[in-house]
Each structure stands twice: as C-alpha cells, then as structure tokens.
C-alpha cells in the first residue's frame, strides 16, 4: 500500500464519519423540524437545497463545521434579536 493509497483510506474514514454524525444529527428530528433545520442550514452556510441533499447522500464531502452546526442545531430555538 502506497502512501497515496493510506492517504484516501483516512480521508474516506473522516468522510464517512463526518457522513454519519451529519445524518444521525439530522434523523433525530421529526419531519417539520428537519425542514425547518435544511432551510436554516443552507441560509447558515449559503447552499442551494440541492446541495444539501448532495452532502446528506454523501456526493458532496462535508465539513466539521457544518456537522457541528447541525448537532447543535435546534429547529425550535427563538432567532435572538440585538
């Protein structure tokens, strides 16, 4: 195995764990609040709709921020005014 190749296996294990944090942060809400949570989402981190569902299947790669802010994410929670 190359270094190349050790490379891409990590990548893919980080992908495929950021994959799965995304997913089960995601599936913990009913239906309302998930799309309450994909409008915020792409508002949040200034993505179309499309590519959220190309990054919860797994076609676009991910980022730690972005799994964070979902985890953290709560649809019911009040926009906080100045």
Wanted: charged share 25%; net charge positive.
């Amino acid at each position: 195995m190359t270094a190349k190749d050790n490379k891409q296996n990590r990548m893919s294990k980080r992908s495929k764990s950021l994959m799965s944090r995304f997913r089960v942060a995601y599936e913990r809400m009913n239906h309302s609040q998930r799309q309450i949570a994909q409008k915020a989402f792409c508002e949040a981190h200034h993505v179309t709709p499309g590519t959220f569902r190309n990054k919860m299947n797994g076609f676009t790669s991910l980022f730690e921020a972005e799994v964070e802010w979902m985890e953290a994410h709560d649809p019911y929670a009040q926009p906080q005014t100045a």
